[in-house]
Protein backbone atom coordinates (compact mmCIF):
# COMPACT_ATOMS: atom_id res chain seq x y z
CA UNK A 1 0.00 0.00 0.00
CA UNK A 2 1.00 3.49 -0.36
CA UNK A 3 0.74 6.27 2.13
CA UNK A 4 -2.21 7.26 0.90
CA UNK A 5 -4.08 3.79 0.90
CA UNK A 6 -2.49 3.36 4.60
CA UNK A 7 -3.77 6.36 5.92
CA UNK A 8 -7.04 6.09 4.74
CA UNK A 9 -6.94 2.32 5.89
CA UNK A 10 -6.31 3.25 9.42
CA UNK A 11 -9.42 5.53 9.08
CA UNK A 12 -11.76 2.42 7.14
CA UNK A 13 -10.45 0.22 9.92
CA UNK A 14 -11.65 2.58 13.07
CA UNK A 15 -15.06 2.61 11.08
CA UNK A 16 -15.40 -0.85 10.79
CA UNK A 17 -13.99 -1.66 14.63
CA UNK A 18 -10.54 -3.54 13.41
CA UNK A 19 -8.83 -3.36 16.07
CA UNK A 20 -6.34 -6.03 15.05
CA UNK A 21 -5.90 -4.46 11.47
CA UNK A 22 -5.29 -1.01 13.27
CA UNK A 23 -2.61 -2.66 15.60
CA UNK A 24 -1.02 -3.79 12.97
CA UNK A 25 -0.93 -0.59 10.79
CA UNK A 26 1.47 0.66 14.42
CA UNK A 27 5.24 0.77 14.25
CA UNK A 28 5.90 -1.53 17.84
CA UNK A 29 9.14 0.91 17.78
CA UNK A 30 10.13 2.28 21.07
CA UNK A 31 9.60 5.70 20.10
CA UNK A 32 5.80 5.42 18.67
CA UNK A 33 3.62 7.94 20.17
CA UNK A 34 -0.61 8.04 20.13
CA UNK A 35 -2.00 10.91 21.92
CA UNK A 36 -5.59 11.02 22.03
CA UNK A 37 -8.31 13.96 23.11
CA UNK A 38 -8.53 13.08 26.91
CA UNK A 39 -6.40 14.09 29.71
CA UNK A 40 -4.55 10.74 29.73
CA UNK A 41 -5.24 9.39 26.53
CA UNK A 42 -1.54 8.63 25.45
CA UNK A 43 0.36 5.86 24.75
CA UNK A 44 4.29 5.51 24.40
CA UNK A 45 5.99 2.76 23.12
CA UNK A 46 4.63 0.33 19.81
CA UNK A 47 4.25 -2.54 22.07
CA UNK A 48 0.89 -0.65 24.03
CA UNK A 49 -1.08 0.15 20.93
CA UNK A 50 -3.22 -3.01 20.91
CA UNK A 51 -4.66 -2.57 24.12
CA UNK A 52 -5.52 0.29 23.32
CA UNK A 53 -7.14 -0.13 20.08
CA UNK A 54 -8.70 -2.56 21.47
CA UNK A 55 -10.26 -0.48 23.96
CA UNK A 56 -11.24 1.78 21.48
CA UNK A 57 -13.21 -0.19 19.55
CA UNK A 58 -14.71 -1.73 22.44
CA UNK A 59 -16.26 1.31 23.70
CA UNK A 60 -17.01 3.35 20.02
CA UNK A 61 -19.79 2.20 17.71
CA UNK A 62 -21.92 3.35 14.23
CA UNK A 63 -18.74 5.85 13.53
CA UNK A 64 -18.60 7.74 10.77
CA UNK A 65 -15.72 10.10 9.61
CA UNK A 66 -16.40 12.83 6.95
CA UNK A 67 -13.22 13.95 5.71
CA UNK A 68 -13.43 18.21 5.39
CA UNK A 69 -9.42 18.10 4.19
CA UNK A 70 -6.65 15.07 4.17
CA UNK A 71 -3.10 16.30 3.28
CA UNK A 72 0.06 13.88 3.28
CA UNK A 73 3.49 14.53 2.13
CA UNK A 74 5.95 11.31 1.76
CA UNK A 75 9.75 11.90 1.89
CA UNK A 76 11.65 8.52 1.19
CA UNK A 77 10.95 6.46 4.33
CA UNK A 78 9.16 9.00 5.73
CA UNK A 79 5.59 10.40 5.38
CA UNK A 80 3.38 12.81 7.40
CA UNK A 81 -0.46 13.44 7.25
CA UNK A 82 -2.70 16.46 8.75
CA UNK A 83 -6.88 16.25 8.22
CA UNK A 84 -9.81 17.74 9.47
CA UNK A 85 -12.96 15.36 9.90
CA UNK A 86 -16.03 15.24 11.68
CA UNK A 87 -16.70 12.06 13.45
CA UNK A 88 -20.33 10.80 14.46
CA UNK A 89 -20.43 7.78 17.01
CA UNK A 90 -21.58 6.52 20.02
CA UNK A 91 -19.05 6.25 22.75
CA UNK A 92 -20.23 4.36 25.49
CA UNK A 93 -23.54 4.35 24.13
CA UNK A 94 -24.07 8.04 24.24
CA UNK A 95 -24.23 9.94 20.52
CA UNK A 96 -21.69 12.31 19.84
CA UNK A 97 -20.33 14.87 16.73
CA UNK A 98 -16.69 15.88 17.15
CA UNK A 99 -14.75 18.18 15.03
CA UNK A 100 -11.29 16.51 14.51
CA UNK A 101 -8.20 17.57 14.12
CA UNK A 102 -5.22 14.81 13.43
CA UNK A 103 -1.61 14.93 12.55
CA UNK A 104 0.66 11.72 12.05
CA UNK A 105 3.77 10.43 11.16
CA UNK A 106 4.38 7.49 8.99
CA UNK A 107 8.10 5.35 8.56
CA UNK A 108 8.38 2.92 5.78
CA UNK A 109 9.35 -0.54 7.96
CA UNK A 110 10.42 -3.20 5.35
CA UNK A 111 8.58 -1.47 2.56
CA UNK A 112 5.56 -1.20 4.77
CA UNK A 113 4.29 2.16 5.91
CA UNK A 114 3.39 2.25 9.62
CA UNK A 115 2.51 4.67 12.25
CA UNK A 116 4.79 6.29 14.48
CA UNK A 117 3.15 9.03 15.52
CA UNK A 118 -0.82 10.17 15.67
CA UNK A 119 -1.97 13.01 17.57
CA UNK A 120 -5.84 14.34 17.88
CA UNK A 121 -7.48 16.98 19.43
CA UNK A 122 -10.83 18.18 18.94
CA UNK A 123 -11.84 21.64 16.94
CA UNK A 124 -14.19 24.11 17.43
CA UNK A 125 -17.18 23.22 15.62
CA UNK A 126 -18.09 25.20 11.90
Same mark, same amino acid.
Given at each position: ??????V??????L???DA?????????????? #??G???????????N???????????????A?????L?????????????R? +????K???????L???????L? #?E? #??????? +???? +?????
Amino acid at each position: MDVYQTVRTYFDALIAGDANRLTEMMSLADHYV #KIGTEPDEHIEGGENARDYYQHIVANAADIAIEYEHLDLQERRDVAWFYTRQ +IWRLKWLGNPEELAVRLTGVLE #KED #KTWRFVQ +IHAS +IGVPA
